[in-house]
């Protein structure tokens, strides 16, 4: 029975000493996230763009997981409420900005 027991106790020891090492090396090897710049996260907007809102909140969320992006906002025929909206969400986000679709080139945003 005592042999058992250590046989046990070995196993834990050993599996809580692993699970140590894979934390403290997840730590400090994956401590960054990778850096992007210059990444145009677009979205092309049209007519009354009645997602728009949460769509930008949508690209707010994967630009947080890439560092260095930038959201577009390209107007592609916006009505004027919608422009004037539109306008709103890029002068709120950081990094976001509103554009003509029809004559922007991601030229413009490096």
Same mark, same amino acid.
């Given at each position: 029975m005592e042999i058992l027991q250590d046989g046990v106790i070995a196993f834990f020891t050993a599996v809580g000493l692993a699970s140590v090492v894979w934390v403290l090396a997840g730590a400090f090897l994956g401590a960054g996230r990778p850096m992007i710049p210059?990444?145009?996260? !677009?979205?092309? @907007? +049209? $007519?009354?763009?009645?997602?728009?809102?949460?769509? !930008?909140?949508? @690209? +707010? $969320?994967?630009q947080r997981q890439m560092p260095g992006s930038v959201i577009v906002l390209a107007d592609c025929g916006l009505t004027a409420d919608a422009r004037a909206l539109a306008q709103y969400l890029a002068d709120k986000e950081k990094n976001a900005l509103l554009v003509d679709g029809q004559s922007w080139q991601a030229a413009d945003l490096l």
């Open positions: 210059g990444l145009a996260l !677009v979205l092309p @907007l +049209r $007519r009354e763009a009645l997602a728009m809102e949460s769509d !930008v909140r949508e @690209l +707010r $969320r994967l």
